[in-house]
């Protein structure tokens, strides 16, 4: 059982975290993920020809092989760890679910459906010279809106005189952050040894976070004291603000 946990953890793509070793490291895109971009298919369980169906298990106790022991003696197979949650995936048969849902080691077996993007339309890049970012609900546009920005906005309180620091992998000087904009904090990552690549973001994640944040492609005075209903052009949603540049990633990691 060890044996065959291990081989499986070393097959795992991205960040994971094995809960029966206490080893890895956190999971953090696979939630940013699921959170933002994914709503759960309430459907039923999967059915193969054999008659058997798959689970998703969470264990009482994951820090144990109880759960995957009564699933292989019923017949069952783990198919895939899912530490995130304590539990694994599993292929059964049909007439032993109650069992495994009855036992004391399990907390949940529950179908194991699919997933569908909640929304979409980036599909295609010549899209982007198409899309009125007024209407698009994904744009920043509206995220300035509907966070209510836009009435902070109306009040005077645009950001200006605060500095967030954004913890990341670097902000790059683009149109939306000038130099004014971006206060070069410390450069923790190995880029930092190489001075054409110092704060600079190789990634494009603290860049993307930065403009979310602060960013700022009209003149100021075009928000400040107004509701922001003529923007029709970049801003974040503390567009006054400056962004702390702290470097800890790169293109790699």
């Not at 990552?189 to 960013?215: K, V, W, Y």
């Not at 107004?226 to 923007?231: A, E, P, Q």
């Amino acid at each position: 059982m060890e044996g065959r946990r291990a081989d499986e953890m070393q097959q795992t793509r991205g960040l994971s975290w094995d809960h029966k070793t206490g080893k890895g490291t956190a999971v953090m895109a696979i939630i940013a993920l699921v959170a933002s971009l994914f709503i759960a298919a309430a459907g039923p369980a999967t059915a193969t020809a054999e008659g058997t169906v798959d689970l998703i298990v969470r264990e009482t106790n994951p820090v144990t092989d109880t759960a995957e022991t009564l699933v292989e003696r019923l017949g069952g197979a783990v198919t895939a760890n899912l530490d995130l949650i304590g539990g694994f995936t599993a292929t059964v048969p049909a007439n032993v679910v109650p069992v495994i849902e009855a036992d004391s080691s399990v907390s949940a077996a529950t179908p194991n459906g699919t997933v569908q993007f909640s929304s979409s339309g980036w599909e295609d890049a010549s899209l982007l010279g198409d899309v009125d970012f007024k209407t698009y609900a994904g744009a920043l546009y509206q995220i300035t809106r509907s966070t209510k920005a836009t009435q902070a906005w109306g009040k005077g309180y645009v950001g200006l005189g605060v500095d967030v620091a954004l913890i990341d992998t670097g902000v790059a000087l683009v149109d939306g952050l000038p130099a004014w904009k971006v206060v070069q904090g410390a450069d923790l990552s190995f880029e930092s040894q190489n001075p054409e690549f110092e704060h600079r973001d190789t990634n494009g994640h603290g860049t993307h976070l930065a403009g979310i944040i602060g960013g700022l492609n009209v003149p100021i005075g075009d928000i400040s004291g107004g509701n922001g209903s003529n923007l029709d052009r970049f801003a974040g949603v503390a567009p006054g603000s400056r962004i702390v540049n702290v470097k800890v990633g790169s293109h790699d990691g």
